[in-house]
């Protein structure tokens, strides 16, 4: 069974971190793009970050350069996302998704399994 699973999220006051995790069952993530988006109240799902399949070379929405990290733990079939100097605008729901064989960035409606998503608050 194909399962996609977020954790990681929480409370956090600005300029803090949080790690974010995305575990895979039933297939192998290192064969497989992974992209991280974010849906705010009233807003449109952004995509954030994006790993791909086979080189792993990684991609990142402006917004969040230079704070975001995404790497992935092949041994685990993890793909982490640590989000460092955390501000208010980080506040979303943060899905994990993925499609295989290719590189990033990927269309979001071209992802073939998505997680329930994990919810994210930057606040003091």
């Known amino acids: 069974q194909v399962q996609l699973v977020e954790s990681g999220g929480g409370l956090v006051q600005p300029g803090g971190s949080l790690r974010l995790s995305c575990a895979a069952s039933?297939?192998?993530?290192?064969?497989?793009?992974t992209g991280w988006f974010r849906q705010a109240p009233g807003k449109e799902r952004e995509g954030v970050s994006c790993i791909s399949s086979i080189d792993g070379s990684t991609y990142y929405a402006d917004s969040v350069k230079g704070r975001f990290t995404l790497s992935r733990d092949n041994a685990e079939n993890i793909v982490y996302l640590q989000m460092n100097s955390l501000k208010a605008e980080d506040t979303a729901v943060y899905y994990c998704?993925?499609?295989?064989?290719?590189?990033?960035?990927?269309?979001?409606?071209?992802?073939?399994?998505w997680g329930q998503g994990t919810q994210v608050i930057v606040s003091s």
């Open positions: 039933g297939f192998t993530l290192a064969y497989y793009a």
């Open positions: 998704a993925t499609v295989p064989l290719r590189l990033c960035p990927v269309p979001d409606d071209e992802y073939e399994y």
